[in-house]
């Protein structure tokens, strides 16, 4: 989530870069494959097996993975952009949140994109696509009012009402449908009293099964699956960290599905805003993609190996 009250995109602070990562659970391999000194790039998407789509700019990019080069997507009659964005499974068009607070469709060759939302009293961060691709997942709170936590809404693309799933009373984030389009996950600060503790959790598409995947005294945030459903990854914030802020030490940690608990990968990096707000699994289900964001002298990404497991 971002603001979208009026748009102020973010840039780079001085001697700091954007870089854009490719992990690969399976074989502990980690490559930087694009980096950016001029330009704030974030959330990326993966939209083919060499390519990548990120915004910056309040614009969108493709992003070659055969030699790190990014080309500007042109689209019209869209406001600036936030990082919360989606491809659509036609794998022709994509869902943009916009600073108008609206959720747009766009060609992802570019063209004109076209509304999808249109109550302005209202802000819509997109996170997640069904994958039938009929129903859009979001958070929705009063623009402008982001001391109201966000809720949890589901919008058919065929024209009917949107619904409200009821995720308890915390803010909640990051809704993102499973690969069996059964079950939407997200992060939600429901199970504690303690400020911004945001934990990850699940619930059924049709509002029922509302669980915990994960206790933890960290701050952790959007829980994204794989497309085979066997592997996941989260944003994983220290203690006490209000929301989910940018330039922070953070960690990446990959798990099985089955056990959120037990990480099999983990990544220090600095970043947190725009590192992986959105799903970035390739379409095979064996890498993602991801954004650093180092300041001058800092020792960059790395791998941090977990034993034993």
């Known amino acids: 989530m971002s603001e979208s009250t009026g748009w102020r995109g973010r840039t780079l602070r001085d001697g700091q870069r954007a870089e854009v990562w490719v992990a690969e659970p399976g074989s502990g391999r980690l490559d930087r494959v694009a980096e950016f000194a001029d330009l704030l790039v974030e959330a990326p998407n993966w939209i083919a097996d060499d390519a990548l789509v990120i915004n910056g700019d309040g ?22 952009i936030n990082n919360d964005h989606v491809p659509h ?18 060609p992802l060759t570019g063209g004109r994109a ?36 966000g ?19 915390g803010h909640c984030d990051g809704p993102e449908y499973a690969p069996d389009g ?7 600060e429901s199970f504690t009293d303690q400020p911004g503790h945001a934990q990850l959790a699940r619930i059924r598409r049709d509002g029922t099964g509302f669980e915990r995947l994960l206790s933890s005294d960290r ?17 994983s914030f220290p203690p006490g960290t209000q929301g989910h802020p940018a330039d922070h030490q953070v960690e ?38 991801f954004v650093a964001y180092p300041l001058a002298g800092d020792p960059g990404t790395e791998v941090r190996p977990v034993t034993g497991r």
């Open 182 to 188: 059964e079950w939407i996950l997200l992060n939600t």
């Open 151 to 169: 809720r949890l809404a589901v919008l058919p693309l065929d024209g009917a009402a949107r619904r409200l799933l009821d995720v308890g009373p």
């Open 219 to 235: 701050v952790d945030w959007f829980p994204h699956l794989a497309p085979r459903g066997d592997l996941g990854c989260y944003l």
């Open 59 to 80: 614009r969108l990019w493709r992003l070659s993975l055969t030699d790190g080069t990014s080309t500007a997507i042109e689209i019209s009659d869209l406001p600036p």
């Open 89 to 106: 499974p036609d794998g022709e068009t994509i869902l943009l949140s916009a600073s108008d607070g609206q959720i747009h469709r766009a």
């Open 252 to 289: 990446l940690r990959v798990v099985r599905s089955a056990d959120w608990a037990t990480p099999i990968m983990e990544l220090a990096l600095y970043g947190g805003q725009g590192t992986i707000n959105v799903n970035s699994w390739s379409p095979d289900g064996t890498r993602f993609a």
């Open 114 to 149: 076209e509304p999808i939302t249109a109550d302005p009293a209202v802000a819509h961060f997109l996170h997640g696509v069904s994958p039938d691709g009929a129903e859009l997942a979001y958070v929705e709170l009063p623009r402008g009012d982001f001391a109201t936590p």
